[in-house]
């Protein structure tokens, strides 16, 4: 597989591009002061840049069990896009959801650049390079709702210093949003064209840099400029982005002011919903598999409706926004059961009734298809 003619021109930009990346000051361990807030120089470097690496936040031997279970997962995928068993006959996993939660892409296609899916928010379409011959017709590259697949995602989505992180950042009343993993395997991995998260508050009067909330990408492998998400700094507080203009100004896809989040494994990074940021198709020979998930200011949920990109357009109440911070609570369940020495973290909108979400098999039942409920702004 390669970029063709244009080859040369893209390893000599990851290697600029991480160049850049390294000289930002914007990674390190996650600290914070002794009242428990956020440490003063992560807050500023989160606000000035739009990204933030935290690194080795999950121990080898938590990263062990992910990697487990993750290829166990793998082998549970259906083998097409029109199947519902997987390779060894049997039912695949998530065929019987009534959620659309696999996504599918031809190998190192662009499937949402320059379309009006998600709403048109990718609106130029990145290079897709060739690919091998011998590559399968598609590739599952995108999953939302893995919560109720997966016991090690719902446990490091209950890692108490990154809850902390939500707190912090959203208030102690934060709200999730969806949940899944990305994957890009070498020769394979699709691109992620240019885009902003986020349709609903862009002309809200009451919009700041944190309106549309974050993502946590968690690296189960190394996140590298040829496999890795690629951010423009700063964009998170420049409002809605031309991103046509800038492209053709630009001459290419390749931004020159963007940088890449490289990462190791076990590293976190926390980025901006709002920040400009995409992801090239994969020709490295490096894996990424990431689980991305992210929080909300509840202000910015309580009744707006939804974009309605994740889960289904509604009004998001009071009673949604409770249903769906359940798997908060379970998620702190099942890794206090996991991890019991560990100071578990305290979700303050539903610690009184903490003891309604234990984690256990009817729980598993409770959150069946949940993304249903995933609330997109």
Same mark, same amino acid.
């Given at each position: 597989?390669?970029?063709?003619?244009?080859?040369?021109?893209?390893?000599?930009?990851?290697?600029?591009?991480?160049? =850049?990346?390294?000289?930002?000051?914007?990674?390190?361990?996650?600290?914070?002061?002794?009242?428990?807030?956020?440490?003063?120089?992560?807050?500023?470097?989160?606000?000035?840049?739009?990204?933030?690496?935290?690194?080795?936040?999950?121990?080898?031997?938590?990263?062990?069990?992910?990697?487990?279970?993750?290829?166990?997962?793998?082998?549970?995928?259906?083998?097409?896009?029109?199947?519902?068993? %997987?390779?060894?006959?049997?039912?695949?996993?998530?065929?019987?959801?009534?959620?659309?939660?696999?996504?599918?892409?031809?190998?190192?296609? %662009?499937?949402? +650049?320059?379309?009006?899916?998600?709403? @048109?928010?990718?609106?130029?379409?990145?290079?897709?390079?060739?690919?091998?011959?011998?590559?399968?017709?598609?590739?599952?590259?995108?999953?939302? +709702?893995?919560?109720?697949?997966?016991?090690?995602?719902?446990?490091?989505?209950?890692?108490?210093?990154?809850?902390?992180?939500?707190?912090?950042?959203?208030?102690?009343?934060?709200?999730?949003?969806?949940?899944?993993?990305?994957?890009?395997?070498?020769?394979?991995?699709?691109?992620?064209?240019?885009?902003?998260?986020?349709?609903?508050?862009?002309?809200?009067?009451?919009?700041?840099?944190?309106?549309?909330?974050?993502?946590?990408?968690?690296?189960?492998?190394?996140?590298?400029?040829?496999? +890795?998400?690629?951010?423009?700094?700063?964009?998170?507080?420049?409002?809605?982005?031309?991103?046509?203009?800038?492209?053709?100004?630009?001459?290419?896809? =390749?931004?020159?002011?963007?940088?890449?989040?490289?990462? @190791?494994?076990?590293?976190?990074?926390?980025?901006?919903?709002?920040?400009?940021?995409?992801?090239?198709?994969?020709?490295?020979?490096?894996?990424?598999?990431?689980?991305?998930? @992210?929080?909300?200011?509840?202000?910015?949920?309580?009744?707006?409706?939804?974009? +309605?990109?994740? @889960? =289904?357009?509604?009004?998001?109440?009071?009673?949604?926004?409770?249903?769906?911070?359940?798997?908060?609570?379970?998620?702190?369940?099942?890794?206090?059961?996991?991890?019991?020495?560990?100071?578990? #973290?305290?979700?303050?909108?539903?610690?009184? %009734?903490?003891?309604? #979400?234990?984690?256990? %098999?009817?729980?598993?039942?409770?959150?069946?298809?949940?993304?249903?409920?995933?609330?997109?702004?």
């Amino acid at each position: 597989m390669s970029y063709g003619s244009e080859e040369i021109e893209m390893k000599n930009y990851l290697k600029a591009g991480e160049e =850049r990346a390294l000289k930002l000051s914007n990674r390190g361990p996650l600290r914070f002061n002794k009242d428990g807030t956020l440490h003063k120089e992560i807050i500023a470097s989160y606000s000035e840049n739009g990204f933030y690496i935290f690194e080795k936040v999950f121990s080898d031997d938590e990263l062990n069990d992910w990697e487990k279970d993750y290829l166990e997962i793998l082998e549970r995928f259906p083998v097409s896009r029109t199947s519902k068993f %997987d390779k060894k006959g049997r039912l695949a996993i998530a065929s019987d959801c009534k959620a659309n939660i696999l996504y599918w892409s031809k190998p190192l296609a %662009d499937p949402f +650049g320059g379309t009006n899916l998600a709403n @048109g928010r990718h609106p130029v379409k990145m290079i897709e390079p060739k690919p091998n011959e011998d590559v399968p017709d598609e590739i599952i590259y995108l999953t939302q +709702g893995f919560l109720q697949f997966s016991d090690t995602f719902l446990r490091a989505y209950g890692h108490p210093l990154l809850l902390k992180v939500a707190e912090n950042i959203n208030g102690e009343d934060f709200v999730p949003f969806t949940e899944g993993y990305f994957i890009k395997d070498p020769g394979l991995g699709a691109s992620v064209a240019w885009h902003q998260d986020g349709t609903t508050h862009w002309d809200n009067p009451n919009w700041d840099q944190y309106t549309h909330g974050f993502n946590f990408m968690a690296q189960l492998y190394k996140s590298t400029p040829g496999n +890795g998400v690629w951010v423009v700094p700063g964009t998170h507080r420049l409002g809605k982005v031309d991103i046509k203009k800038r492209v053709k100004e630009a001459g290419t896809e =390749r931004l020159p002011d963007a940088v890449p989040i490289v990462c @190791g494994p076990g590293d976190v990074a926390i980025t901006n919903r709002q920040a400009l940021h995409g992801s090239f198709a994969n020709t490295s020979s490096d894996r990424r598999v990431t689980i991305n998930y @992210g929080f909300h200011k509840r202000s910015s949920v309580l009744n707006v409706l939804g974009g +309605g990109l994740h @889960g =289904r357009p509604r009004v998001y109440d009071e009673k949604h926004i409770i249903e769906r911070s359940r798997l908060i609570q379970y998620a702190i369940s099942a890794r206090s059961q996991k991890y019991p020495n560990e100071i578990p #973290y305290i979700y303050k909108p539903l610690e009184r %009734d903490k003891n309604k #979400y234990i984690w256990n %098999d009817q729980a598993r039942k409770d959150i069946r298809d949940y993304s249903l409920m995933d609330m997109s702004i």
